[in-house]
């Protein structure tokens, strides 16, 4: 498994689609803390902790990078038929498949790292310290803190869906819409479907609505501080990469290469 | 060279796409040693045995061995093969180099210098910074050579895979398939649409059509089968026999049954060998010159008329 994923990190550092990648995502983000640098010496000052507790609204943006470092580490298999170098050399497909979500995780996490010190990093470079009546620099940092242990998991599970969706559809494309169906429109289908059914049926799609990635994400800008809430994050967390991974997998055993 | 072990071996494999039968029963058996020389038109099954014994594709009936292993122990004997099947496929934003370096850091092959000699082998360790995707069929060709052969396999499966090579090309292609095959005892398992350059290096044929194997046979038994001969029908062929080597001094000639003589000599002046037959009282009934190559045997066999 080492090896396999040294080789996948070595593709995606020979690959200029990577650096492509983060660097637009550092420069969106150069240009949204110069918003507030331009605020500042204009006229509304926003101190450093105010900007950068701003993350918590964008958690959205890691469901996206998921779907993003997924094509990278992916790089078209089905679409270059590469996948039968593997498998003919007798590397388990299991093997193949966990290895390249752990790819995609480090990849993710890689950019997670550089993106969030770039962007706090910019804004204590632009930004005044002093807080007022906004949050201090502590205090943003431990919003944004806690928002990062309750987005990882979140983000890793969403990355076992990309993952999943990368080896069972093929297509980068098609990939990407039914990623973003599961993770991003499925939760509200199933609430309307919810409303609309009666009985236990509708009680049950109802139930299982607030444990997708995104909506649990969003809730935790209301709990910041909750420990029990970052508990039940983990978990569902690990239930999304669970069922994910055992789906793509089966799926990925019986697929024909060609 | 083979030791009558075999490295790949079918039994009544089966492969089914709905109702049409890719594979219908296939039999055969790839000796150690052997160049194994995959004849059949397309649509045969050659693909589709090949992608089997790769595991890109799970049969739906009877057996495959590898090295003796089957079901799901074959994977692991898979590390000892090389295999090029259909067009060869690499990342089409990375360089000859940097691909067999992936496959190199992925197999845990040791050494980087691993990748320079493969590249030096098969001719491409000039192609510098240029990406797949740049490359021409025959680079590609090349390349899908060089990861088949970057592991030392015991086994490779080829399968059309002088498609695109110029005629250089082809020719340093069969003097690396000689080399591994004698030098590093290679078993090889090749499929080609070109019959007369598989007839240069093959030691062993299969000729398969709809999904079957229909015969496979040594290259020099293919050889005898094939050689140029006066068929001579008689009507007593022992006295036929004894004229031959008595009144035209050879022996070179078969007697088959059904009073046939089947003479490798006097191709060049047939009529000596009808004047000495019938001087003698023998009854020619018939006298045809029999004679093919691979490709005329394997058209024969079908049934003639479609190209392999």
Redesign the interface.
């Known amino acids: 498994m080492l ?2 994923i ?2 996948e990190c ?2 995606l550092l ?4 990577t650096y492509i990648a983060l660097g637009v995502m550092l420069a969106l983000e150069a240009l949204y803390a110069s918003m507030f640098a331009f605020h500042t010496a204009h006229s509304l000052v926003t101190p450093f902790g105010a900007a950068v507790v701003t993350i918590t609204g964008m958690g959205v943006i890691g469901f996206c990078v998921c779907m993003l470092t997924g094509d990278i580490v992916f ?1 078209a298999q089905y679409k ?3 996948l ?9 497909r299991a093997r193949i498949y966990l290895g390249k979500f752990i790819a995609q995780t480090l990849l993710s996490l890689a950019y997670l790292v550089v993106m969030m010190a770039f962007f706090i990093g910019l804004c204590a470079a632009v930004l005044p310290m002093e807080a007022g009546d906004f949050f201090s620099a502590a205090e943003g940092l431990s919003v944004v803190g806690y928002f990062l242990a309750v987005g990882l998991p979140l983000w890793i599970g969403a990355q076992a869906v990309m993952c999943m969706c990368l080896f069972l559809v093929n297509g980068e494309m098609a990939s990407s819409f039914f990623y973003a169906g599961v993770v991003f429109v499925l939760e509200s289908v199933l609430e309307v479907a919810g409303l609309l059914l009666e009985g236990g049926a509708g009680q049950m799609l109802l139930k299982a609505v607030p444990y997708f990635p995104v909506r649990m994400l969003n809730e935790a800008k209301a709990v910041v501080g909750d420990w029990s809430y970052l508990g039940q994050v983990w978990l569902v967390g690990a239930f999304w990469v669970i069922v994910s991974t055992a789906v793509g997998l089966y799926g990925f055993y019986r697929k ?3 | 060279m083979n030791d009558n072990t075999a490295v790949m071996a079918a039994y009544g494999l089966k492969k089914a796409y709905g109702a049409c039968m890719a594979l219908d029963g296939t039999n055969m058996q790839v000796r150690r040693g052997d160049i194994y020389g995959l004849v059949g038109r397309n649509g045969a099954g050659k693909t589709t045995l090949m992608r089997m014994v790769t595991g890109q594709s799970e049969p739906t009936g009877g057996e495959l061995e590898l090295f003796g292993a089957s079901g799901k122990n074959m994977r692991v004997q898979r590390s000892r093969t090389g295999a090029m099947i259909e067009i060869p496929s690499f990342s089409p934003f990375l360089t000859a180099r940097e691909n067999l370096e992936y496959y190199r850091l992925q197999r845990g092959i040791p050494g980087r210098q691993a990748v320079d000699e493969v590249l030096e082998e098969v001719d491409l360790a000039e192609t510098g910074k240029k990406k797949f995707k740049s490359f021409s069929l025959g680079m590609k060709q090349r390349l899908g050579l060089a990861l088949a052969l970057m592991n030392h396999p015991d086994f490779l499966i080829l399968d059309e895979p002088i498609n695109g090579l110029d005629p250089e090309g082809v020719a340093e292609f069969r003097q690396i398939l000689r080399r591994l095959n004698q030098e590093r005892q290679t078993t090889i398992l090749i499929s080609s649409h070109i019959l007369s350059e598989l007839s240069t290096v093959a030691t062993w044929y299969g000729f398969m059509e709809q999904g079957r194997i229909l015969e496979e046979i040594s290259a020099q038994a293919l050889h005898d089968k094939c050689r140029t001969c006066l068929r001579l029908e008689v009507d007593d062929a022992a006295k036929a026999a004894a004229v031959l080597q008595t009144q035209l001094g050879t022996d070179k000639f078969e007697v088959l049954p059904g009073n046939v003589v089947q003479l490798y000599d006097c191709l060049e002046d047939p009529k000596r060998a009808s004047y000495a037959l019938a001087q003698n009282g023998v009854a020619l009934l018939a006298m045809e010159q029999k004679g093919a190559d691979l490709e005329a045997y394997f058209l024969n066999m079908i049934g003639g008329g479609r190209h392999a």
Request: proline share 4%.
């Open positions: 090896n396999y040294r080789a070595y593709k020979h690959r200029p689609y790089a270059n038929s590469t039968k170098n593997e498998v003919s050399f007798g590397l388990s024909e290469l060609k």
